[in-house]
């Protein structure tokens, strides 16, 4: 098969193996012969520097580039389990962030669970108790407002809503990237809040949380239908009849933007007449 300037040829190498291909030998109709080297002989950190399909050289130094091809062991179908988790990352145009919504977690007991079902019953729980640690404390009593408007700082977002916003890519005043935030937990009757940060429960949105890093997503990772990652068991057979299981990570397009919600500074009106 060819093509104006290319040749595909088919040749059987070993599955799971690294190749070097060290050149080409064409001869055409008038019997010349001519050596095709690799395209991407020359510098790996040169800027003009074009491969396909080959491995880039760790770091920025100015090495030779990697002329070899690694041929990954693929199979051509696998089995995959529910999803032990699965988020959605989705942009909010409203809010000028994108939001990392934890749709399945994975529980302590080993059982997965809708995120929002979740993130709503811890939220009761916390509230449950902070009520009753005031029910025998010196609380002051709530004024009954009678105005028909009310001034409201910041709205609320489900708790398995994470925030990641933009910031700029270090040494670039153009170029952003998206970073884990949190937002602050708040309960209902809490004169002194201690704006807990609400932190994810899936290991998909928990990356350098333990360890106190952030955790970044390239800005193009995130397009506006979204994305939708899924961690299942993973199972297939290899050529020799063995049986393989693993955990892995799967991507997929959304089907568009979505509204938290989040708004500040407004004004709500109570439903009450001013008298």
Known sequence: MYANDWFILPYTVPSGSVLNIKGLTVTNTFGERFWIEPAAKGFDEDWQHWAMYSL????????PADLTLLMLPTVPKIQESAPLEEVSLIRDEVANMVWGIENTIMTPSGWTRAGNIAAEEYHQHLQILHDNSIINS?????????????????????????????????????????????????????SDPKYERIKPRTSLLRQGLDTKKPFYIYEEEVPRSGIQVRQTFQRTRWNN??????????????????????????IVNTGLKDS
């Open 56 to 63: 880039s050289i760790k770091g920025q130094t100015n090495q």
């Open 138 to 190: 010196s609380v002051p009593v709530q004024i009954e407002w009678k105005a028909p408007l009310r001034y409201e700082l910041m709205t609320t977002v489900p708790e398995n809503w994470i925030p990641f916003v933009p910031q700029h890519v270090p040494g670039d005043t153009r170029q952003t990237q998206l970073r884990r935030a949190a937002m602050p937990r708040l309960l209902k009757n809490d």
């Open 241 to 266: 009849g063995k049986v393989f299981i693993w955990m892995g990570a799967s991507k997929s397009i959304k089907r568009g933007e979505g509204h938290s919600g989040l708004a500040f500074d407004q």
